[in-house]
C-alpha cells in the first residue's frame, strides 16, 4: 500500500494531558513491549494476567524501590486499543516533577519518547481509523464550538469515510463493467448499457461536487462564521461589537474616525462560533491613516459572508440611501442585516419610517433588527437572526459537511476527473480512456481515507498533532 512509512517496533511514551500542574496528568504508552516495561517499575497487581480495559491501582517505583507515586494503570490489550497495539495509560498526580521521573523512568526501560501524533500514526497505520478519521480528532480536540464539535465527531465516527467508501465501490463496479468490454472489444460485447453509465456517473459526480461545495460553509463553521460590521462613522459600531462580546473589546468614543484599523474577535452564538470583523466607519475624509482604514473595510466586508449594516437610527433617511450606495456593490453575494441601533433615542414614528427605507433600497431576504447597543436591547433578538443568516444543517442532518482543506481539494479534483468521464461518454470516447478517468476519481477518493496517500502527506499531517495524541 502507498501510505505506508517508516514504522518500527518501539514502544512509545507521553504525556497526553496538557502541560503544567493539574490534579490528574495521564502518562500514555504503547507497543508490544508496553506490559514488559512497565512491570520493571510497578509495584502492584500483576498486569500482565489482568483483563483488558481494566484499570489498578499501585505504585511507581524508581530502580532503588523507592515510591515515585500511587497512581492508577489502565490497560487495554491489542489489537482492541487505539493504536491497535497495547496501551497502558497512567494516571498520576499532576506534579510536573512526578510526571517527568515516570517518564524518565519508562524511557530508562525500553521506551522512547513519541513524536506529534505518533499514536493516532499508529492507529492509522494499524488499520484502527482512516485518515480522515485520523485528522477528525485534531479536530475534536481543537473545537470550539457545538456545530463544529458535531461535525468533527460525525467524521470520526466514520460518517465522511462510509460515503466515499459507497462512492469507491460504485465507480469500482463503473470499471470493471468498462475494463470488462475492453477484454471483448474484438467480440464488441457490451456488458453495460451508455446510457446507465452516463446516469451512474452523473449520480456519483453530483455526490461528490456537493461535497466540495460543502466545505465552504465547513471551513466557516470550524474557522469562524466571517461577520462584517460596517457602517458610518459613530453609529455605534464598536459599541454593538462590545455588546456582543460582553466586554470592552473596541475603542468606543463620541469622536469621529476613533476605529482607524480592522478588530477581529470570535464568539459563539447558539452554538456556533462567528468571527465578528469591526471595520473602520465610512466616511468621507482627508485624514491619510482614517482613509487607509477605511479602504480596508471594503477589503474586510469581500471576506465576510454575513455582514451588518449597523444604521444611526437620529440619521436622516437620505444619508442613509447614500450610505447604502457606497456599501452596495459589496454586499451582492452576502447574507445582509440592518442594525437599526440608537432606538432608545427615536419614535415609533421614525423608527417606522427608517424601516420602510430599509425594506425599499435593500434586497428583498434583507433582516433588519432594531436595537440599543449601548443598553444592550435586543440584542439577543440579533444573534438569532446571525444563526438564522449562517444557513446551517439542521443539528438532526445526516448531510456531511466537509471541514478539511486537503479533502476539498481532493474532491475538487475528483469532480474534474468524474466529468471527463461524462462526457467521454456521451461523446462515445473509447472505454480505455473513459477508464482511465474513472480510476482517477477513484484514487482522489482514495486520497482522503489515506488508502493512497505518499509518505511525506503522512508526515505533515501528524506533524500538527500534539504530542500524547
Same mark, same amino acid.
Given at each position: 500500500? /502507498? ?39 510497578w509495584n502492584g497487581k500483576d498486569l500482565s494476567s489482568v483483563a483488558s480495559h481494566s484499570a489498578h491501582l499501585g505504585h511507581i517505583i524508581d ?122 472489444? /474484438?467480440? /464488441? ?16 459526480? /453530483? ?15 470550524k474557522n469562524g462564521i466571517p461577520v462584517a460590521i460596517v457602517g458610518e462613522t459613530n453609529v455605534g459600531k464598536s459599541t454593538l461589537l462590545n ?105 415609533n414614528s421614525k423608527l417606522s419610517e427608517i424601516t420602510n427605507t430599509i425594506a425599499t433600497i435593500t434586497p428583498q431576504k434583507t433582516t433588519t ?101
Amino acid at each position: 500500500m /502507498e501510505h505506508q512509512i517508516n514504522n518500527n517496533n518501539d514502544t512509545i511514551c507521553a504525556i497526553s494531558t496538557a502541560p503544567g500542574v493539574g490534579g490528574i496528568a495521564v502518562i500514555r504508552i504503547s507497543g508490544n513491549n508496553a506490559l514488559s516495561i512497565i512491570k520493571k517499575i510497578w509495584n502492584g497487581k500483576d498486569l500482565s494476567s489482568v483483563a483488558s480495559h481494566s484499570a489498578h491501582l499501585g505504585h511507581i517505583i524508581d530502580a532503588n524501590g523507592e515510591i515515585i507515586d500511587e497512581v492508577v494503570a489502565t490497560i487495554f490489550i491489542a489489537p482492541r486499543t487505539f493504536t491497535g497495539e497495547d496501551v497502558i495509560e497512567i494516571s498520576c498526580h499532576g506534579s510536573i516533577w512526578i510526571q517527568q521521573q515516570i517518564l524518565k523512568l519508562l524511557i530508562d526501560n525500553g521506551c522512547r519518547m513519541a513524536t506529534g501524533g505518533e499514536f493516532t500514526q499508529r492507529a492509522f497505520l494499524n488499520g484502527r481509523i482512516d485518515l480522515s478519521q485520523a485528522e477528525a480528532i485534531a479536530d475534536v480536540i481543537a473545537c470550539s464550538s457545538r456545530a463544529s464539535h458535531r461535525i468533527a465527531i460525525s467524521q470520526m465516527r466514520g460518517a465522511f469515510s462510509r460515503q466515499l467508501a459507497d462512492l469507491r465501490e460504485q465507480l469500482l463496479t463503473f470499471v470493471s463493467l468498462m475494463e470488462l468490454e475492453l477484454d471483448f472489444s /474484438e467480440e /464488441e460485447v457490451e456488458f453495460a448499457d451508455r446510457s446507465r453509465l452516463i446516469s451512474l456517473a452523473s449520480h456519483i459526480e /453530483e455526490i461528490i461536487s456537493r461535497l466540495a461545495d460543502s466545505f465552504s460553509i465547513g471551513n466557516a463553521i470550524k474557522n469562524g462564521i466571517p461577520v462584517a460590521i460596517v457602517g458610518e462613522t459613530n453609529v455605534g459600531k464598536s459599541t454593538l461589537l462590545n455588546a456582543l462580546l460582553q466586554e470592552e473589546r473596541a475603542l468606543v468614543s463620541n469622536i469621529h474616525g476613533t476605529t482607524r484599523d480592522v478588530i477581529e474577535d470570535t464568539i459563539t452564538v447558539g452554538g456556533t462560533l462567528f468571527r465578528f470583523i469591526d471595520t473602520a466607519g465610512i466616511r468621507h475624509t482627508d485624514d491619510i491613516i482614517e482613509n487607509m482604514g477605511i479602504e480596508r473595510t471594503f477589503k474586510k466586508l469581500n471576506e465576510a459572508s454575513i455582514a451588518l449594516w449597523v444604521i444611526d437610527a437620529t440619521s436622516q433617511i437620505d444619508e442613509i440611501k447614500q450610505m447604502y450606495s457606497q456599501i452596495e456593490k459589496t454586499l451582492l453575494d452576502k447574507t445582509l442585516i440592518c442594525v437599526i441601533n440608537k432606538i432608545d433615542t427615536i419614535s415609533n414614528s421614525k423608527l417606522s419610517e427608517i424601516t420602510n427605507t430599509i425594506a425599499t433600497i435593500t434586497p428583498q431576504k434583507t433582516t433588519t433588527v432594531s436595537i440599543s447597543a449601548k443598553n444592550g436591547t435586543a440584542i439577543d433578538t440579533l444573534q438569532n437572526a446571525l444563526i438564522d443568516a449562517a444557513h446551517l444543517p439542521q443539528n438532526d442532518s445526516n448531510e456531511v459537511i466537509v471541514t478539511n482543506a486537503r479533502h476539498y481539494a481532493a474532491l475538487t479534483k475528483a469532480t474534474e476527473a468524474i466529468r471527463r468521464a461524462i462526457d467521454g461518454l456521451n461523446n462515445q470516447i473509447s472505454g480505455d480512456f473513459v477508464s482511465q478517468d474513472i480510476r482517477e476519481t477513484m484514487h482522489y477518493l482514495g486520497e482522503i481515507t489515506g488508502e493512497i496517500t505518499p509518505a511525506d502527506i503522512l508526515t505533515s499531517i501528524f506533524s500538527h498533532f500534539c504530542i500524547g495524541k
